[in-house]
């Protein structure tokens, strides 16, 4: 089965950390890039960070340098999202994506006091 499923999401304060994962099933991992979005409610979604498949270049949106990583393990099929420093606006649904167009279920995100 070709799917998606991420973890790690949950309830942390400002200034937290998280480690969110993607694993992969039912197709190449390795052969493709890999995404990280999040969308908060009543917003569009926003891409935060990729990761390439060969050369593990990385980019990542604006308001997240410096503060999140992603990263992949090809042996695991695993994508990654270090999230440092949390802020309240980083409250969101974090989604995964691959190159060839599958997406994750979503993890939920929350950062309060």
């Known amino acids: 089965q070709v799917q998606l499923v991420e973890s790690g999401g949950g309830l942390v304060q400002p200034g937290g950390s998280l480690r969110l994962s993607c694993a992969a099933s039912?197709?190449?991992?390795?052969?493709?890039?890999m995404s990280w979005y999040r969308q908060a409610p009543g917003k569009e979604r926003e891409l935060v960070a990729r990761i390439t498949a060969v050369y593990t270049s990385t980019n990542y949106a604006d308001s997240v340098k410096g503060r999140f990583t992603i990263s992949r393990d090809n042996a695991k099929n695993t994508v990654y999202l270090q999230i440092n420093s949390l802020k309240p606006e980083d409250t969101a649904v974090y989604s995964c994506?691959?190159?060839?167009?599958?997406w994750g279920q979503g993890t939920q995100v929350t950062v309060s006091s």
């Open positions: 994506s691959s190159g060839n167009g599958i």
């Open positions: 039912g197709f190449t991992f390795s052969r493709y890039a």
